[in-house]
């Protein structure tokens, strides 16, 4: 029942070329350091929008994530760049040490959001790695039954067993990956340091 995220890719394409970062995982604790308005939010969001989680961060169906990787970015020097396509990379792996890379598009006119392709192997940290790839669907109905749906297929991955629950309306519905992944998902700022004035 373990996930361990490997490796974090999140790239641009802008008319100056492309932006983005990749962030390596160590086993263990990692913190994920930077100031204000520098992307450690937009990571954190990153690995979930990756997992098809974004109802985590918004029940609307648009994609939750910044700006810089939705429309525009800035420069060092504060000039504006248009994203035209942009996408977001994770490699992870359970606990019998499998490991998988999950390719989504943020944006992108030609390929569908609502499609995650899965590496299977560490395509992210093994350039010489040759796997096999397979597509599946979020978002819409089914994606945590169905064979095809990612959320069916990261629950077989993880060895999951999610149970089923009630409805409202009084049937029963498999429990969601979204609900139980706030119970271990924190992001935390740390505030500035108060530094008092001298009297």
């Known amino acids: 029942m373990t996930l361990r995220i490997r490796h974090l890719r999140m ?3 802008t008319p100056a070329g492309p932006y983005g970062a990749d962030i390596r995982f160590a086993s263990g604790l ?5 100031d204000n308005t520098k992307g450690k939010s937009t990571c954190m969001q990153g690995m979930l929008y990756a997992l098809g989680l974004e109802r985590m961060l918004s029940p609307r169906r648009e994609v939750p994530l910044p700006h810089a990787m939705t429309s525009f970015l800035k420069n060092d020097d504060e000039t504006q760049l248009n994203v035209l396509e942009s996408t977001v990379s994770l490699e992870i792996e359970n606990g ?5 890379t999950v390719h989504r598009s943020i944006k992108n006119a030609l390929v569908d959001n609502r499609l995650i392709s899965v590496d299977f192997g560490p395509t992210l940290t093994d350039k010489t790695v040759r796997t096999e790839r397979r597509n599946f669907f979020v978002v819409d109905g089914g994606a945590a039954k169905r064979e095809d749906g990612f959320h069916h297929f990261l629950e077989q991955f993880l060895g999951w067993q999610l149970p089923l629950v009630r409805r409202y309306e009084g049937s029963d519905c ?3 990956l ?7 998902w924190v992001e935390h700022d740390v505030p500035p340091k108060f530094h008092p004035a001298a009297s």
């Open 30 to 34: 990692n913190v994920i350091w930077a």
């Open 178 to 184: 979204e609900t139980i992944f706030p119970l271990f």
């Open 174 to 176: 498999k429990l969601y």
């Open 11 to 13: 790239r641009a394409k």
């Open 96 to 100: 019998a040490k499998q490991v998988i």
